[in-house]
């Protein structure tokens, strides 16, 4: 059993949470996730690591409320336990040797991509973080992307808050202006990544996306993370758990994984109707 020790929410769908597990705590790199069972009948969901305390053994996890299970979890409080937290898994995001950064985020995944903007900082390099939102309401972290960064441009869909507009705006601005990066890292919305790697395809500069498919065991055996990439003329089958989640963003099959993704968002809305109505019953 893994113990709830801090339970924060960030907006009104998305929640922030420190589980006691001080063993992923002590190996947890950005660019892993975890897997958890809330209780013994639960279904295994991947999450990816937003933060971690070695000395307190705690791994800091963000979640949006879409689907069942993260609806059973948001109802768990602090001091409260869930029975499974299984990780670190997959491989740790590559940071050597980058002099010069941008970070595009968007959405919960800004919940992924703080922890790399963290270490790059802490490394010494020169951290520009965009990040993205629908509107004001849904903003999340950014006095921590402030704090990480040299240049920080807020987004959001409505103009609600920061620029209007979406997270290419600034990229193209900067790329049009000459700027270079050594990499650009952006981890959100798959069609969002895909629209940040055809912005900077025509730079030559290397972007890195992160991706989070549907995910099962998250050891490679069940084949449900599988990812297409376009390789050197050939498409090559690569699995998000074992081989990711990281990838070359040129060579991601995005419609592919868009497809893919949206397999079972109907039954997913269902079961999540489900459980709200369940607890809806138990409160009253």
């Not at 013994?40 to 971690?52: M, S």
């Amino acid at each position: 059993m893994y113990k709830i020790v801090n339970k924060v929410s960030l907006n009104p769908t998305v929640t922030m949470m420190d589980i006691q597990a001080p063993y992923v705590a002590r190996k947890a790199q950005p660019g892993q996730f975890i897997i958890l069972r809330v209780d013994e009948e639960g279904e295994r969901i991947p999450l990816t690591v937003a933060g971690y305390d070695r000395e307190a053994g705690t791994v800091r996890i963000i979640f949006q409320i879409v689907g069942a299970t993260t609806e059973k979890l948001n109802h768990k409080k602090a001091g409260e336990f869930i029975t499974d937290f299984a990780g670190p898994l997959g491989v740790a995001s590559r940071l050597e040797g980058l002099k010069k950064v941008c970070i595009v985020g968007g959405g919960v995944g800004c919940a992924i991509a703080l922890p790399i903007a963290q270490k790059l900082h802490d490394m010494g390099c020169e951290v520009t973080s965009v990040i993205g939102f629908c509107n004001k309401d849904l903003l999340i972290l950014e006095d921590e992307f402030m704090a990480a960064s040299e240049r920080l441009f807020v987004m959001t869909d409505d103009g609600s808050y920061g620029r209007q507009g979406n997270v290419c705006v600034p990229l193209n601005e900067m790329f049009e202006n000459g700027e270079r990066f050594d990499e650009v890292i952006t981890i959100g919305p798959l069609i969002m990544m895909k629209f940040v790697v055809a912005a900077t395809r025509p730079t030559g500069i290397p972007c890195t996306v992160s991706m989070n498919p549907i995910m099962i065991d998250g050891t490679g055996m069940c084949g449900g993370c599988r990812l297409t990439l376009n390789r050197d003329g050939k498409r090559v089958t690569k699995f998000a758990c074992v081989d990711g989640p990281d990838f070359n963003g040129y060579e991601v099959d995005f419609d592919e994984a868009m497809s893919r993704g949206a397999m079972y968002r109907d039954f997913e809305r269902q079961a999540h109707e489900a459980t709200c109505n369940l607890f809806k019953k138990e409160a009253e």
